[in-house]
């Protein structure tokens, strides 16, 4: 028993150290993710004017390829059907590539010229609208000479008369500068200069700016219409790469038994548009 006693003495004791808990690690992961959330959320809140101008920028540069994603979505139930029915059955068409080709060539052959047919039917109601801003464009003349009736100039007092009608009397004018003279030419800018000066600053540049606008966002859609078909073809004939490209991703994010179920819906709510399509 003394033995035993001097072996304690002399064993060291040992200290307690840190052991790693799965549980408690877990729970600290969540907890971070949760405050950095919550730090981006309010960081977001705070800045929520040039974040919403941020987003609306990036979906700008993306429509190009949003609008050719759903052009290629909608045209590729057509591309397979006349691939297997048209070219495969009936013309007995067998190499696959060119099938593909002659399957995609058809489809956008009937889907430009679709388009056609629209741009077709939007281009007098375009013409029309031009037309309008033109006639506006003439009559601006005469909107912007009408002085307001009995209303007094703030800068210099002077009070301008009244007018029955929109246009200048021209006669009137030039029979006062051939009686008055020089005196007469200065009460006839007295009475319209200022009118004329004011009603050309508040509609000439809401005229300009206008136009501008509509002819520069008339001029966008189209180029993003034109990108995007071009975007279409190249998904629609590289449609087997992108989908497995999208099947690596989805398993990359989810788990598998969960990626496997978004893919099986993604199957078959595709199947159901097809059938929708093609009937």
């Avoid at 800045?47 to 993306?62: A, D, M, Q, S």
Wanted: charge should be positive; hydrophobic fraction near 45%; glycine fraction near 6%.
């Amino acid at each position: 028993s003394s033995s035993n006693a001097e072996n304690d003495e002399e064993t060291p004791k040992k200290h307690a150290r840190f052991v790693p808990n799965d549980k408690y690690f877990t729970i600290t992961v969540y907890a971070v993710m949760a405050l950095i959330l919550v730090v981006l959320f309010g960081i977001i809140i705070a800045n929520i004017t040039p974040v919403l101008e941020g987003i609306k920028r990036f979906l700008h540069v993306l429509s190009p390829f949003i609008i050719g994603a759903i052009i290629a979505f909608v045209l590729t139930p057509i591309v397979n059907f006349l691939d297997a029915s048209l070219f495969e059955k009936t013309f007995k068409i067998k190499r696959a590539k060119l099938r593909a080709g002659l399957s995609i060539a058809l489809t956008y052959i009937v889907f430009l010229g679709l388009l056609v047919l629209a741009m077709m039917k939007l281009v007098p109601e375009v013409s029309d609208s031009v037309s309008e801003l033109i006639e506006k464009s003439k009559n601006i003349y005469s909107s912007i000479t009408k002085p307001s009736s009995g209303s007094t100039d703030t800068t210099t007092g002077i009070q301008i008369a009244e007018r029955t009608d929109n246009k200048i009397d021209i006669e009137e004018i030039l029979t006062n500068i051939k009686e008055n003279g020089v005196s007469g030419l200065a009460e006839e800018a007295k009475k319209f200069l200022p009118s004329l000066l004011a009603n050309i600053s508040e509609k000439i540049p809401g005229f300009v700016t206008g136009t501008f606008n509509w002819l520069k966002s008339l001029v966008t859609t189209m180029i993003n219409i034109l990108l995007g078909i071009a975007v279409s073809i190249y998904m629609v004939c590289d449609k087997r790469r992108i989908a497995g490209a999208a099947t690596k991703l989805v398993y990359c994010i989810f788990k598998p038994h969960k990626a496997e179920k978004i893919i099986i819906n993604c199957k078959e709510s595709f199947q159901i548009f097809i059938g929708f399509i093609i009937g």
